[in-house]
């Protein structure tokens, strides 16, 4: 996007859970050597390619590709969380990541693509869950910070995408 920010948009897909109450779809990364968010969990999504006529296209361009679900045809969109911009390893980046919120409309499981080592859905009740907050060590050139993040089921989510769960939170709880 010339004079501006690169854009990107992420998909938060809920399902309903077996037992009740809704799960949240999170995918871990491939792992690539150029990619700074390599091997970490995450959301469907990616950027912005010519042929998307906006954003809310993108993310449900980006699910199909990374998960198989297909929110065009399956998915509700329930709206748009506040752009997040991205950092890689402690940088700002010339990205920006637009998050759309989706509901499915039966409940499907997807399936990783290539991009994708492996989805999973996480019950929404449980991520919200005080037990669940966490910190993590990062190492940053030579300080090691405590951040903020999840841990549930052996993941840790952090970084954007721990951002972009807060964001949901605080829409949930308003």
Do not use: N
């Not at 449900?60 to 748009?80: C, F, I, K, S, W």
């Not at 990205?95 to 991009?115: M, Q």
């Not at 903020?148 to 949901?168: A, H, K, N, Q």
Request: proline share 6%.
């Amino acid at each position: 996007v010339p004079g501006g920010a690169r854009r990107a948009a992420v998909a938060l897909v809920f399902r309903d859970g077996l037992r009740g109450g809704l799960e949240l779809l999170f995918i871990r990364r491939a792992e690539h050597e150029k990619d700074p968010w390599s091997g970490h969990m995450g959301f469907p999504g990616g950027r912005q390619e010519p042929g998307d006529p906006d954003l809310a296209a993108t993310a449900v361009r980006e699910t199909r590709e990374e998960t198989g679900l297909d929110l065009a045809a399956d998915g509700e969109p329930l709206g748009a969380l506040d752009e997040v911009k991205a950092l890689a390893r402690g940088r700002p980046v010339d990205l920006v990541i637009a998050p759309f919120v989706h509901r499915l409309r039966r409940r499907l499981d997807g399936a990783p693509s290539h991009e994708v080592v492996s989805l999973h859905w996480l019950p929404l009740e449980r991520l919200l869950a005080s037990q669940t907050r966490s910190t993590l060590q990062y190492q940053y050139e030579e300080t090691l910070l405590e951040l903020p993040c999840l841990r549930i089921d052996g993941l840790v989510i952090w970084g954007l995408t721990y951002r972009m769960f807060e964001s949901l939170r605080e829409v949930l709880a308003s």
